[in-house]
């Protein structure tokens, strides 16, 4: 099979395009399947970003980025973690996607693998097989929180492996690696001869815990993260990644080649971002409203819910009670109850057929809407 | 060799390096090395920016584009080619480095290879390695303009060749390659079963000739063009690509998850670049003036022009007359002249060492102080 022909799509976009079509129709649909903040860019980020646009540098940063960025998230690793991180190893990338297309480009040989979650983002997959790569899901469960563990990598590392990736707090399931299991799975990379790529793009959207950063626990981590989520960022491209001293020249010499450079206003905008704190945290407790408001009726519709997700803005239910075949569940849903949510089979392919994910990237009100159809639903069908 | 240590960095960053520690020094340099327009981006396309930021629509777009920019510039092609191009053809990416990306990361499987001219535009080589392939640099001269012809394509295409790359005008040498060969090289590609990918990012920079649009010759050619040189807008990192139907889908999956999708504000602002006709033509005719200052003096001084650059802003000097070793040369050039002009080895190695590159993507101000300044130079040095 050709490469290209491995690279899937997002099985959901087609549960996108019929919720389009029947909101044509006229039908209202409650939107919890998709990933992307429902809030704005935070207000003094678009003055930023207006002010930038009257300077007049709209010309290419260097290909690492604007220094003034690097420096200053240089700066906000010390105070966010306690991390001293030199500026020029941070690399700014457009979006976390630039990230990992940078990374595996400059890791992997064609052959070589890398050890991923399964369920876990779908990308990762795609990335790796598109960088000549093989990557290597590798089912978790609840057991781990849904992440690799150090047994898990340990066991599954073989020749040609490179690294094991780390989304923390998780998508699809919004939880978070244990604290010391986080050093171990550092450790055992280290030990293994690769490297541990922490994916923290759902950084600081946390409820009533705090992610670490893989750099509290080993200098050699590789850290990617950008402003899509937590800044309610998605359009403005900009993201970054941190690399050890020995991987950026290799790197710069990539990016001035893929990228050339990322977006150069939105590396302004993101200056300003770091400062927004009081704004990004009207955001996460919002989040934090619609979540507590999920983790209390989801159960009862009959979604099991078995580890507490404490990051990001989804839910990964266990739909066994209600179904043995999530894909058609979720198509149900949409069409009978004009919800839509994404089915397991988005994330992976181990257990997928008993979950679905929700997210809680879409208001309030428009959540309890939706768990009302979704009862009123399942009190008809199970009748 | 890993494919990594494949992936060569920009020469010509080391003497830009040079260059910036000798401003730091004090020194006025001279910059005729750099490919990016020193104009700022047209007002008219600011003022659109400042009003997309104001609309709040920070989200993503679709993977392919915001669906307002594909017909606009469906629109653009009836009105600047003639040629009919159906919106959805026309996929939008983070530059023409995503655009390049895309379409390798599409065609290729480990080993193909593309036919590339030398010289030719670094990045090519790079593109193609880190998607597993294989550069064919073939070498042109003045008797095809610089440009691959049916001939050498004919002559080069091996088993495994899925694609030629004409960059017109060329990028070193501003030369536009002759229409009817156009057609031709478009007729062999089809021929043989593979794809002509023609780089059309300085179409509109022309002096006294129009380059042509493959799609004029060929419906199923590959078109990479971008808002970066033309519309002066490299920050903004947004290009395009145009498809034939058959590859849209492919394309799609690999967007969704290389890119996610361009940076929405620069969407916005694409749209208003496309109406900015007047803007860019004030731009195109300062550059015309800058080359033809360079045009007629650089001869004088012993550089010999021996295909008269009708786009871009590069002239493409013989300097057999003045050196044999064009590296040296460029960095005697700096550090004796304060002059930067790009060495020949950037853009290849075909006869390298006879030639260097000048950018007129500078005001004529400094271009008449440079052309003064490599004058007193050379005559000196030949004392």
Redesign the interface.
């Known amino acids: 099979m ?3 022909d491995q ?4 099985r959901v ?1 087609q549960l996108l395009e019929r919720a389009k079509e029947l909101e044509a129709e006229g039908q209202k649909i409650i939107h919890m399947e998709i990933g ?1 903040p429902d809030f ?2 935070p207000p003094s980020v ?1 003055e930023a ?2 002010a930038a ?2 300077s ?6 260097p290909s690492t980025g604007n220094p003034k960025l690097q420096k200053a998230l240089s700066q906000w690793y010390l105070g966010e973690y306690g991390v001293a991180v030199a500026p020029e190893r941070i690399l700014i990338t ?2 976390t ?2 990230a990992f ?1 940078l990374i595996y ?6 052959g070589e693998s890398v050890l991923l979650s399964d369920p876990g983002y779908p ?1 990762q997959r ?2 790796i097989r ?3 790569g093989e990557p290597l899901n590798i089912p978790v469960s609840p057991e781990t929180r849904y992440h690799l563990s150090a047994g898990l990598i340990e066991h599954h590392w073989k020749a040609g492996t490179r690294a094991a990736v780390v989304i923390n707090p998780s998508n699809p399931t919004g939880t978070l690696i244990d604290d010391g299991e986080l050093k171990k799975v550092a450790d055992s990379c280290r030990r293994l001869g690769g490297y541990l790529i922490s994916d923290e793009i759902y950084h600081g959207l946390t409820y009533g815990a705090k992610a670490r950063c893989a750099l509290e626990f080993s200098d050699d981590a590789i850290i990617v993260n950008g402003f899509s989520k937590r800044w ?6 900009i993201g970054w990644v941190i690399v050890p001293d020995s991987l950026i020249d ?1 790197c ?3 990016m ?11 590396q302004y905008a993101a200056i300003r971002a770091l400062a927004a704190s009081d704004e990004i945290e009207v955001m996460r407790r919002a989040y934090d409203e619609r979540r507590s408001y999920l983790l209390s009726e989801l159960p009862k519709l009959g979604f099991d819910i078995v580890v507490e997700p404490q990051g990001a803005f989804y839910i990964y239910a266990n739909v066994s009670r209600l179904t043995d075949d999530s894909r058609s569940f979720c198509w149900q849903m949409l069409e009978k109850a004009g919800v839509a949510i994404t089915p397991g089979e988005d994330f992976g392919s181990y257990r997928s057929d008993q979950h679905v994910r929700f997210s809680y990237a879409t208001g309030l009100e428009d959540i309890r809407e939706g768990v009302d159809r979704i009862r009123r639903y399942l009190s008809l069908a199970t009748k």
């Open positions: 050709r490469r290209i690279i899937e799509p997002f976009m992307e704005p860019t678009i970003a207006k646009l009257d007049g540098d709209n010309y290419y940063t457009p979006g996607s630039g297309s480009a400059t890791l992997l040989e064609a990308c795609n990335f598109l960088a000549g309610a960022m998605t359009g403005w491209r290799a710069r010499r990539v001035q080649n893929i990228f050339i450079a990322a977006p150069t206003l939105s």
